[in-house]
């Protein structure tokens, strides 16, 4: 069965690389994730046969530019094939993010940012060596950022620490809700750097980070027993002065903090996971409501007036949502005007709280036997639910954010 895109290639306007790579996500996890997704969601194992695949289809490289082998995805497109992933595995598809972030950050992202002659050809040759890795050998990267602090909402320098030394660095900190943790075989840690062991801690000073896996001083703490997103493996991450080679550096020191700040779409990339939920949902419904779902009887539930307003009412929520995120991450630049990432912020809680408003309306609209463990139903309310936990565009932070942009202007305070 052909199943249609989220983004139709003609009414959104995509161009041949957009729709090709949708194709090539939607197909890859309609024809083998959608089947797997439950065992990896009741075990909480990571989907390690998924990534398999997406080394084999190419896809581990989506963003890693063409002149260096990769299919050389931008922002958008990425995301847009990213979304189709998600329709049919959450915890796939968010995992997939963290990888795939190493790439966009150190190639599309960091392409379009102003840098020293000397500092471009520097990174120009350090990635080579993680794009060869990802490309040849189907290595994995993951993004432990979240410290259980400040730090991941972008208010303080990171905790944990990378002291220079003869030829690396050394690093020791904590890094909480590290997806891939012990299927990883890189962790892309965002570290404040040291000269000296009693220099100040600065946000300036951000260094990222490519540690080992199997590095000496790497460890991995807790249990993984979560509500939703349970094929991810988010555990704790510990680095014991652990020693890293300088040509794991995967940003010239200094550079993140003007990412974050020029480039503020680079966050939205949490997104499109949860627009495929969204997607997923209403999918589910409309079949379910036709009586078409596979594994239960053909009961048609749809001539009721009360299932013909529910799925009205998700169709406008759905198209609303689709609509903001894809006029967001079509404005995805170097320094955007406010408006622009007012919209993004407006983008990200949309698609994070839609998601999981749809896959509600869709268990009532439903109802009792749509949500039993044998459906996907359940796992997608489960796993929409974390979509709002995401920092640093957290929904509470970014309603946080727009409120105030909203009432004032850039450095305008109420003193005085
Ligand atoms: C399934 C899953 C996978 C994840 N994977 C990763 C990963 O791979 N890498 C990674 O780095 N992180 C990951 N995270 C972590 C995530 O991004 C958050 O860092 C984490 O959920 C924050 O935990 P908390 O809500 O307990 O944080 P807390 O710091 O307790 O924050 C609670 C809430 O308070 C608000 N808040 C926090 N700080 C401020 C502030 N300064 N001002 C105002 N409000 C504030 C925010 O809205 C936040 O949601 C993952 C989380 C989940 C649920």
């Known amino acids: 069965m052909t199943i249609a895109p989220i983004f139709d290639p003609q009414a959104w306007q995509l161009n041949d690389k957009q729709s090709a790579l949708a194709t090539k996500a939607r197909n890859l996890a309609a024809g083998k994730f959608a089947e797997r997704a439950a065992k990896f969601d009741r075990e909480a194992a990571f989907p390690t046969e998924n990534y398999k ?91 432990p950022f979240s410290e259980g602090g400040a730090a991941a909402a972008g208010f303080k320098a990171f905790g944990t620490t990378a002291l220079k030394v003869d030829g690396g660095w050394r690093v020791s900190g904590k890094k909480i809700f590290a997806s891939l943790s012990g299927h990883a075989n890189y962790y892309g840690a965002l570290c404040t750097a040291l000269m000296q062991p009693d220099d100040k801690h600065s946000r300036r000073n951000t260094l990222y980070l490519a540690v080992p896996a199997d590095s000496e001083g790497v460890s991995i703490e807790g249990e993984w027993d979560p509500l939703g997103m349970r094929g991810t493996v988010s555990r704790t991450l510990l680095f014991n002065d652990v020693f890293v080679p300088d040509k794991e550096q995967l940003m010239p020191l200094g550079i993140y903090p003007s990412a974050a700040t020029r480039w503020p779409h680079m966050f939205m990339t949490l997104t499109p996971t949860y627009m495929g939920i969204a997607q997923a949902c209403y999918d589910f419904t409309v079949a379910y409501l036709r009586g078409e779902v596979p594994g239960t009887p053909p009961v048609k539930r749809r001539m009721f007036p009360t299932k013909q307003l529910a799925v009205a009412q998700m169709n406008v929520m759905l198209q609303q949502t689709k609509a903001i995120w894809f006029q967001a991450i079509s404005e995805a630049r170097p320094d955007p005007s406010q408006e622009s990432v007012q919209r993004a912020w407006a983008a990200q809680y949309t698609v994070m709280e839609n998601a999981n408003e749809l896959a509600q309306l869709a268990i009532r609209t439903c109802g009792g036997q749509s949500m039993l463990r044998s459906l996907p139903l359940e796992r997608l309310y489960r796993d929409s ?12 932070l970014c309603l946080d954010k727009l409120g105030k942009a909203s009432l004032y202007n850039p450095g305008e305070t109420d003193d005085s």
Request: hydrophobic letters at 40%.
């Open 53 to 143: 695949d997406m080394a084999n289809a190419g896809l581990l490289g989506i963003c890693i530019p063409e002149s260096e082998g990769g299919l050389g995805a931008d922002l958008k497109t990425y995301m847009i094939a990213a979304a189709e992933m998600g329709r049919f595995c959450g915890a796939t598809a968010l995992t997939f993010n963290m990888h795939v972030s190493s790439c966009l950050w150190t190639g599309f992202l960091i392409d379009e940012l102003d840098m020293s002659a000397e500092q471009r050809e520097q990174h120009n040759q350090m990635r080579k060596v993680h794009y060869q890795r990802i490309l040849n050998e189907g290595k994995i990267y993951s993004q």
């Open 385 to 396: 639910r974390c979509g709002s936990l995401m920092l640093p565009w957290t929904a509470e």
